[in-house]
C-alpha cells in the first residue's frame, strides 16, 4: 500500500507537464549507464523515473504498476532507457517522441537478445563497433546509431585503484548450465589453491521466475564458510570488481567490463552458450563473446581454472588490454558527454 500511495503521488507529478529528456531506470544499479548522462543532461533537468521502490538515484520517482499507463500519457521529447523489448509488452513509447537505447553490456544483440528486442528505438548510443554492425543487419538502416562508447566502463576505469593480490572473482551470467551449474567446487578449489574468492552471482539469480535455479544457487554459495570467501550480492556495487586480481567467468557481459575497465585478464570456462534468439547465427557477423576471448584472457576446460588463473596472474596484461580496448570501444573516457551530445541534437531537431 504505501509504494502504491507512492506510486499515485509520483504520477501526478510525472504527467503535471512536458518535459524535454525523460530517463528510466528499471532498478537501482542501471544508474551506473544512466547516471553519467544524467548529470551531462542535468542543465536540461531530466525527469528521472525508476521502478525500484528503493532506488537511491536523487530525485528519481517511482513508477512500476502504473508506468504503461503513465508512459502512454508521458508528454516528452526524449526517452533514454537500458531496457530491451520496449513496444513488443506492456511498456510503449510515449507518442511522438525519440527513443533511446543505452547499452547497459558490451555484449552482442545476436544471441543473448530475444528476436525483435529492439525494434522500436529511435536511437542507440552504441559503445563499439559491433553494435553498429549487428544493429544494421537486424534493423536496416531505419534507426540512428551514435558511435558515443560506454560511461559504465568509463567509471569503472576511473575510480580503478588496482588489485588485491591472488583474488579470484567469479562472475557467470544466468543462463542454463552457467559456471555455477557447470563447476559446483570451483570456489572450493581456488580457496584450497590459497586464493581469496569472490561469487558475484549476475542479479537474474535472485529472481526465479527469470531462472528457477537460481536462488537455490545463491544459498548454495552463502553455505561456505571461509574466511576468504564472500557472495557478493551488491549489485550497485563495483567493489568485487577492484579487488580481483582476475575473473573466471562464462557468456557473461561482466567479463569484458572487467577486463577493458580494470586491465585484469579473464579465465573463460566454456559452458553452453546463452542463447535467446535461436537464429542469432543467421547473421553474416562474428559474435562479440566469441571474438573477445582470445583478446582479454583465455579458455578453459572445467578442472584447469586454478592452473589457469595462476598462468594469467603470471602475466602483464595491461597493454594488450588497452589495445583491445581502443579498437573495441568508441569514445573511452569521454562517453557520456558524448551520449549527451547526441540526445542534445535530437532535442535540436
Given at each position: 500500500m504505501r509504494h502504491f500511495l507512492r506510486e499515485s503521488q509520483d504520477l501526478q507529478t510525472v504527467l503535471a507537464r512536458p518535459w524535454r529528456v525523460v530517463i528510466y531506470s528499471e532498478d537501482a544499479y542501471s544508474w551506473l549507464v544512466l547516471g553519467d548522462y544524467a548529470r551531462e543532461l542535468a542543465d536540461l533537468e531530466p525527469l528521472c523515473l525508476t521502478s525500484d521502490?528503493?532506488?537511491p538515484w536523487p530525485g528519481a520517482l517511482y513508477l512500476r504498476r502504473l508506468l504503461p499507463g503513465a508512459l502512454q500519457r508521458l508528454r516528452c521529447d526524449v526517452l533514454l532507457m537500458t531496457m530491451?523489448?520496449?513496444g513488443k509488452y506492456h511498456l510503449k513509447a510515449p507518442p511522438g517522441c525519440r527513443t533511446f537505447y543505452a547499452f547497459h553490456s558490451l555484449n552482442s544483440i545476436m544471441a543473448s537478445y530475444r528476436p525483435h528486442s529492439f525494434d522500436h528505438y529511435t536511437d542507440f548510443l552504441c559503445a563499439g563497433p559491433h553494435h553498429v554492425s549487428e544493429l544494421r543487419a537486424t534493423l536496416g538502416d531505419g534507426p540512428r546509431l551514435h558511435q558515443t562508447g560506454y560511461p559504465k566502463l568509463d567509471g569503472l576505469a576511473r575510480r580503478h585503484a588496482g588489485a588485491r593480490e591472488r583474488t579470484v572473482l567469479l562472475a557467470p551470467s544466468w543462463h542454463p548450465g552457467n559456471l555455477f551449474e557447470a563447476c559446483p567446487s570451483l570456489?572450493?578449489?581456488?580457496?584450497?589453491?590459497g586464493y581469496?574468492?569472490?561469487?558475484?552471482?549476475?542479479?537474474?539469480?535472485?529472481?526465479?521466475?527469470?531462472?528457477?535455479?537460481?536462488?537455490?544457487?545463491?544459498?548454495?554459495?552463502?553455505?561456505?564458510?571461509?574466511?576468504?570467501?564472500?557472495?557478493?550480492?551488491d549489485f550497485a556495487s563495483e567493489q568485487s570488481f577492484h579487488e580481483a586480481a582476475v575473473m573466471v567467468s562464462d557468456w557473461s557481459g561482466a567479463a569484458p567490463e572487467f577486463a577493458?575497465?580494470?586491465?585484469?585478464p579473464v579465465l573463460f570456462v566454456p559452458t553452453p552458450r546463452k542463447v535467446f534468439n535461436p537464429d542469432w547465427q543467421k547473421l553474416p557477423l562474428e559474435c562479440f563473446e566469441d571474438v573477445i576471448r582470445g583478446q582479454i584472457g583465455e579458455i578453459v576446460a572445467p578442472g584447469d581454472v586454478v592452473a589457469g588463473v595462476e598462468r594469467l596472474l603470471a602475466r602483464d596484461w595491461r597493454e594488450r588490454l588497452q589495445n583491445a580496448r581502443s579498437k573495441l570501444v568508441y569514445r573511452f573516457g569521454e562517453s557520456a558527454p558524448a551520449g549527451a551530445e547526441a540526445i542534445r541534437g535530437a532535442l535540436s531537431l
Open positions: 521502490p528503493h532506488d530491451p523489448e520496449l570456489a572450493t578449489a581456488l580457496l584450497e589453491a581469496r574468492v569472490v561469487a558475484r552471482p549476475h542479479p537474474c539469480f535472485l529472481n526465479a521466475r527469470l531462472y528457477p535455479k537460481g536462488p537455490a544457487l545463491v544459498k548454495s554459495l552463502q553455505a561456505l564458510k571461509h574466511e576468504r570467501f564472500r557472495v557478493d550480492l577493458l575497465g580494470t586491465l585484469r
